[in-house]
Nanobody
Framework: QVQLVESGGGSVQAGGSLRLSCAVS?????MGWFRQAPGKEREGIAA????????YYHDSVKDRFTISRDNAKNTLYLQMNSLKPEDTAEYYC???????????????????WGQGTQVTVSS
């Protein structure tokens, strides 16, 4: 079993920062952060392999967001800096258990999802 619970969302002014957390129970091979704006498809923005720590980013957030994990605390993080209004979305953490060497920034790599946390960035 894998269970995920996100926290840390909220409202912030453009240029501000937020840190999202995801409490994890159960074994995971890879983890990621996705976001979904109203009327749009859920997109992968950051991913990490639980064991190696190798991380990957969508170009739109590459120089502003950082994904990390603390395996001892069973927690995944997303540090978001220099936030922009276009970052406004519902953010989800996700976990997968299938082996892959391809950067897991697509939904097909994940089987477990958190409930989501809202991030709103005002201009």
């Amino acid at each position: 079993q894998v269970q995920l619970v996100e926290s840390g969302g909220g409202s912030v002014q453009a240029g501000g920062s937020l840190r999202l957390s995801c409490a994890v129970s159960g074994y995971t091979y890879s983890m990621g952060w996705f976001r979904q704006a109203p009327g749009k498809e859920r997109e992968g923005i950051a991913a990490i392999f639980t064991g190696s720590g190798a991380s990957y980013y969508h170009d739109s957030v590459k120089d502003r967001f950082t994904i990390s994990r603390d395996n001892a605390k069973n927690t995944l993080y997303l540090q978001m800096n220099s936030l922009k209004p276009e970052d406004t979305a519902e953010y989800y953490c996700a976990a997968g258990r299938l082996f892959t060497t391809v950067p897991p920034l697509e939904k097909r790599f994940y089987n477990y999802w958190g409930q989501g946390t809202q991030v709103t960035v005002s201009s």
